[in-house]
């Protein structure tokens, strides 16, 4: 077994949308990113990407590339994690954590689960999504910017 980790932050800017794990959120506030900016898959590629011994996001995906402009990060996500398979790896669970004060993503909670969890082929009890406040701390805090910090584990495929 491996473990990976990931990490990723995005400012929150007008006239972007806001996708969290897949699902978009009702905001005025989106993330600014090359792609679609999901913060929290681009901690969970890193995350897989890191456990495998396959680089990081930058490297797969490079910001400027025309072909990841606006791009849906599930689609990445799902390149990902047949990269991950080629190497001889299946994931086998996945625990992350959303860093931002509004909006609360409870309501949301389920259906990013799913989205991961289908994603990765794996079932919705072998993810694991907390939210979590920085209580007006730093840029976050101010709502500014959105985290997203995700720990995986992955295997060796069995024969």
Do not use: W
Not at 75 to 85: A, S
């Amino acid at each position: 077994m491996k473990i990976g980790f990931g990490y990723d932050i995005h400012r929150l800017v007008q006239g972007r949308k806001l996708i969290i794990g897949g699902v978009e959120i009702p905001f005025s506030l989106g993330e600014d990113g090359y792609s679609d900016g999901d913060v929290l898959i681009h901690a969970v590629i890193d995350a897989l990407l890191g456990a495998s011994g396959l680089g990081d996001i930058g490297t797969h995906f490079p910001s400027g590339n025309k072909e990841y402009k606006d791009i849906s990060s599930r689609i990445l996500l799902c390149h990902t994690r047949d990269m991950v398979t080629s190497a001889g790896y299946s994931v086998n669970n996945l625990d992350c954590t959303v860093i931002l004060e509004k909006p609360i993503l409870s309501p949301f909670r389920n259906a990013i689960i799913q989205c991961l969890s289908e994603d990765l082929h794996i079932p919705g009890n072998s993810v694991s999504l907390k939210a979590k406040t920085k209580e007006g701390m730093d840029d976050t805090g101010a709502g500014k910017s959105i985290e997203a910090y995700a720990v995986v584990l992955i295997e060796v495929e069995k024969l």
